[in-house]
């Protein structure tokens, strides 16, 4: 069997190992949390110490980092996007985003931040979200104000959506989209 050089170092041999990969993070509390994925195959460096892992060690990891964020999974994104009917492109395109970043997001190659998960579970929550923001598209694609304004209606009863208002409010606060608490 020839002996693999490390591509970090250069001069060190690479042995296989199987072993539990734990990393430290900060959630958006300020909060330090561990993480700890059983049994990850990787190649590491006798003479650095760094070590390689394969793709599919690397969406595991991916994977319990998100979960321990309270993020949104690859999986719970793509089902939204289906539900949509829209493509990836399509997907980033709608949310403002750079053409490539749901694709990421999606492949589990880069996660969504912590305020943009909270923004995609208010579009989960509520279909008129999402077309009100197709609504907003197609006007910054060309169509005319007239038509846009047309669309929207006033609010006739304002102790009626301070109520609402109250609500949303509290269901930010309190609701199915706040992650749970580890």
């Not at 996660?111 to 907003?136: C, G, H, K, P």
Request: net charge negative; glycine share 6%; proline share 3%.
């Amino acid at each position: 069997m020839e002996e693999k050089k490390c591509p970090i170092c250069g001069n060190g041999s690479l042995r296989h190992e199987v072993s539990d990969f734990k990393a430290q993070f900060e959630d958006s509390c300020g909060k330090t949390r561990e993480v700890v994925v059983r049994d990850i195959p990787k190649d590491v460096c006798d003479e650095c110490g760094e070590y390689l892992l394969d793709q599919e060690s690397e969406e595991r990891i991916s994977s319990a980092q998100r979960a321990a964020m309270g993020l949104l999974s690859v999986e719970e994104l793509a089902a939204f996007r289906k539900s949509l009917g829209k493509t990836q492109e399509e997907m980033s395109e709608l949310l403002g985003l750079g053409k490539k970043t749901w694709c990421r997001w999606e492949s589990n190659d880069h996660y969504q931040s912590e305020s943009f998960d909270r923004y995609l579970r208010l579009l989960m929550l509520a279909a008129s979200n999402v077309r009100a923001l197709e609504t907003i598209d197609s006007w910054k694609h060309g169509v005319a104000r007239e038509a846009l304004a047309a669309s929207f209606r006033f609010v006739r009863d304002v102790d009626v959506a301070e109520e609402f208002g109250r609500q949303f409010g509290e269901m930010l606060r309190t609701g199915p989209f706040r992650p749970p608490i580890r």
